[in-house]
Every structure is written in structure tokens, then in C-alpha cells.
């Protein structure tokens, strides 16, 4: 048998294969090359949205937890109370004065949070479109490290009165408190030159906030049922170091944008006193707001910010009340509601992480995915106020997984008829308005669901239901403005 070297052509095929694995590698170069830079581009774009979803996560526990705390020591405080007086009440009147008590201290609550945070976030928003962009993101999260410590404390006595708690509030909020971290967020997310993806970027962050929404409902009742409230609160205070360190390190503290005026402005406000910084500031917000804009952008930015707060004022008047909605009608735990809430964020999440960036690819407009959100979110609440039965009720998520779609579609349109130097301060509004808006949803829906519990506990959400008829009728109205403005131009 001849060798094979013996064979006539095969040095010739030898050859030509080695000149083919040559090209191959060639051509394999490039391509794992591209895959390093993609790789790289995609680690350069991951900046704030790790920390957002951490911190989204954390909150969202919290909410559970802190509500579940408040429940416990109510029932204490109004035991401890009877037991002094010798009082002989049923025990329906008891949950009743627990419920009460419960409800109107997260209304305290809620009032020291969001009260003095208006105006640091406001002045924070302002701030951001100049130089201190970094600056603005990091200092709400020293606030919640102090507020952290006294959470742990109150915790671990918790024999201690029930308003200590309000002390984390008040701390929170001096440092701008969840506003300012909010209108921080997307800000950041929407500050980029490339002004039609930031549909895109900003669903992205909706997204994020989702999914940390979504482990922290879904952990809150695992956590609750392993460790003690001061423990869980402890956890949350290591988290919270971890986003300031991440953020310290990750976030730039470059502003690339940054109009003539808002430099000028910056140079003059620095020879003013702190009294007049602070007006300065506000004023720049108002300016934002009420000056001249070509192509009735005014008219634009009022109308959805109309729609934007009764929306917002709805939903989050839903969400105050829900843990005890569900605790009163169907007798849901911590952990069933962590459930359902988790289920409910992870859907909205996936759905605007992935359907609304490719409807608006396919030219469906931010006002008419808008308009989607606040249909599927009506339906929704009148399912939910109507439910008997607890497994009735988790049909509304189907419903309420566009309830994203509300949120995402204002946030975009009122982004784009600013510009980019006057990101920072429209989301700074749209956080003030969010937190004056929250504080009246707590303040009326808080004091509201106590009376309708003699009659009948549902009509808080049938009322919601209905109502979401007022922010799609200004919906409507927005987006026949801008409609106008591409016929006429």
C-alpha cells in the first residue's frame, strides 16, 4: 500500500487546506474581536441600572416589611390599651382599631417622608444639570444609611412607641429621600445626545425598577418568615453601603450637556447665600414649566403632566391601601401578598422590557402605549374591587401588566419636548409632583378605606377604576396637540 504522501495532488490538498484554516482564522479574528467590543459596549452602557435595581429591591422589601412592623406594634399598642382600660370590645372592634391605628401612622409616615423632600429634590434636579450630577445621585443614599440605623433599632425594641419610626423618615427625607433618587435615576438614564432611543432607555429603567420591585415582593415574605424585622432592616443597611460604594465608583462625574444659561446662571448663583441658591434653583424649575416653546411644547408638557399626576395619584392611592386591602377581604399574609405583588412586578417588568421598545420600533407612539397602559390598569382595578375571592382576584394580573406602559409612555413624551439641558429638572418635577401626589393618595385613600370597611372594603378600587377616565381623557388631548404640530409641519 503506497503512502499517503505518495498520492498524487494530496501536497497539493495539504496546501489548499492549510491556506483554508489560514483565512478561517483570519476571519475568526475579526468576528472575536467584535464580540469583545460588543462585550465591552454593553459593561460601558451598564451603569446606573445595577444600583437601581438593588435599591428597588431594598425599598420594595421594605414597604412589606415596614407595614407588616407597623401592623404588629399597632396590635401591641391597642392589647396594652384594653388591657388598662378593662375594656370588653369584640374582637371585630379590635382588628378595627388596630386596622385604624396602622393605617394612619404609614399616613404620618408618609407625611415626613415626603414633605421636606420637595424641595431637596427640586434643588437636586436643578444641580444636576450642571456639574454636580454625581453629587445629586450619592447624597440621598448617606440619608438612608442614618435612616437604616434607627429602623434596626425600633426593630429590636419593639416595645418602643410606634412613631419613633417616624424619626428614619424625617432623616430620609432632609437628604432628598426616595424623590430625589427617582428624578436622579432617570435623569441620568435620559441624559445622552442620541435623543430617539431614550424610549428605549427610559423603559429599560422602568424595567429595572420593576424586577427589584419584583424580588423585593416576592423575597419580603421568605425574609419575614427566616429573620426578625431588625435583621431584615439590617440587611437592608449592608445593601445600601454597597449601592453608595458602586455608585462612588461607576457613576462619571462628568455633565457633557450643559446650556449657556444654565452656565451662567451657575456662576451667579454661586455669589448668593444659601436662602437665595434655594430660590434660585426653584425658580429654574418654574422656568422649565412656563416658558415660550415652539410648537405648543408648553401646552404639550401641561397636558401630560395633567395625565401624569391623576394617574399617578390612582395608582399609588391603589398601592397604599392594597397589603391591607387584601389582609381585611381575603385574609392574605405577608407572604401571600408578597406573591402576588412579586408576580404582578416581574409581568408589568418583562412587558415593558421587551413589547414596548418593539411596539415604538413599529411606530406605536409613547402617548398611545400610554393610552394602552391607562385602559389595562382601569380594567384592572374594577376586577380587583369586584373579586370575592383572593384567587378571583389574581386575575387582574393579566390586566395590570401594561400598568408600566402608563408611567413609561408620560415619562418619554414630557423627556422629549425639553432639552437636554433641562432633563434633570423635568424629572425633578415629575419627582416633586410624584411625592405631592403620593402624599394626597396616602392622605385620602389611608383615611378613606378605614369607612368603607363597614359597607363594603372594594369600593376604594371601584372608585379608582372609574376615575381613570380623567388622565386618558388629557391623554387624548396631548396627543391631538402633537398630532396638529406634524400636520402642520
Not at 398611545?368 to 369586584?386: E, N, P, Q
Request: net charge positive; aromatic share 12%.
Amino acid at each position: 500500500m503506497p503512502n499517503r504522501t505518495d498520492v498524487p495532488g494530496l501536497p497539493m490538498c495539504s496546501a489548499g487546506a492549510s491556506a483554508l484554516r489560514g483565512k478561517r482564522n483570519e476571519m475568526a479574528a475579526p468576528r472575536q474581536l467584535g464580540c469583545a467590543k460588543i462585550t465591552t459596549n454593553i459593561f460601558r452602557g451598564i451603569t446606573i441600572e445595577p444600583a437601581a435595581s438593588l435599591y428597588m429591591f431594598t425599598s420594595f422589601v421594605h414597604i412589606s416589611v415596614f407595614q407588616a412592623l407597623l401592623y404588629e406594634k399597632a396590635t401591641l399598642i391597642v392589647n396594652k390599651s384594653l388591657a388598662d382600660s378593662s375594656a370588653n370590645i369584640s374582637h371585630t372592634d379590635m382588628l378595627l382599631q388596630v386596622q385604624t391605628l396602622a393605617n394612619h401612622t404609614y399616613l404620618l409616615s408618609t407625611l415626613c417622608l415626603l414633605l421636606p423632600s420637595l424641595f431637596i429634590a427640586g434643588i437636586c434636579g436643578s444641580l444636576s444639570d450642571l456639574k454636580y450630577k454625581k453629587r445629586t445621585l450619592v447624597l440621598p443614599f448617606f440619608g438612608l444609611l442614618l435612616a437604616d440605623i434607627n429602623y434596626v433599632v425600633q426593630a429590636y425594641f419593639i416595645e418602643f412607641s410606634i412613631y419613633l419610626l417616624l424619626i428614619s423618615d424625617l432623616v430620609f427625607a432632609t437628604f432628598g429621600g426616595f424623590t430625589a433618587i427617582l428624578s436622579g435615576i432617570f435623569s441620568y438614564s435620559a441624559r445622552h445626545d442620541n435623543r430617539e432611543k431614550n424610549s428605549c432607555r427610559i423603559a429599560v429603567m422602568e424595567a429595572c425598577i420593576g424586577f427589584g420591585g419584583t424580588l423585593g415582593f416576592v423575597l419580603a415574605g421568605i425574609l419575614h418568615r427566616s429573620l426578625s424585622y431588625w435583621q431584615i432592616f439590617a440587611l437592608n443597611l449592608v445593601l445600601h453601603v454597597l449601592i453608595l460604594v458602586y455608585m462612588l465608583i461607576r457613576i462619571s462625574s462628568k455633565t457633557l450637556y450643559v446650556d449657556a444659561s444654565s452656565a451662567n446662571g451657575a456662576v451667579d448663583s454661586q455669589k448668593l447665600s444659601l436662602h437665595q441658591q434655594v430660590w434660585f434653583h426653584l425658580k429654574q424649575l418654574k422656568h422649565t414649566l412656563v416658558r415660550e416653546r415652539p410648537a405648543d411644547g408648553r401646552k404639550c408638557i401641561t397636558s401630560g403632566l395633567v395625565a401624569f399626576c391623576f394617574s399617578y395619584y390612582l395608582s399609588n392611592g391603589a398601592q397604599h391601601i392594597m397589603f391591607f386591602y387584601f389582609k381585611h377581604r381575603y385574609g392574605w399574609t405577608i407572604t401571600e401578598y408578597g406573591f402576588f405583588r412579586g408576580v404582578y412586578y416581574a409581568v408589568s417588568s418583562m412587558i415593558v422590557l421587551i413589547a414596548y421598545p418593539l411596539l415604538r420600533r413599529r411606530g406605536v407612539s409613547d402617548l398611545m402605549l400610554a393610552t394602552w397602559g391607562i385602559v389595562a390598569r382601569s380594567i384592572g382595578c374594577l376586577v380587583l374591587g369586584l373579586a370575592p375571592t383572593g384567587s378571583l382576584a389574581c386575575i387582574t394580573l393579566l390586566f395590570f401588566s401594561l400598568n408600566r406602559f402608563n408611567a413609561t409612555g408620560l415619562r418619554c413624551t414630557l423627556s422629549a419636548e425639553v432639552s437636554l439641558a433641562e432633563q434633570g429638572k423635568i424629572f425633578a418635577i415629575l419627582a416633586m409632583l410624584e411625592s405631592l401626589i403620593g402624599l394626597l393618595a396616602s392622605l385620602s385613600f389611608n383615611s378613606l378605606f378605614p369607612l368603607t370597611l363597614s359597607f363594603y372594603s372594594g369600593f376604594s378600587y371601584v372608585l379608582i377604576g372609574a376615575l381613570f377616565s380623567v388622565p386618558f381623557t388629557f391623554i387624548l388631548l396631548t396627543m391631538r396637540t402633537i398630532r396638529r404640530r406634524h400636520r402642520h409641519s
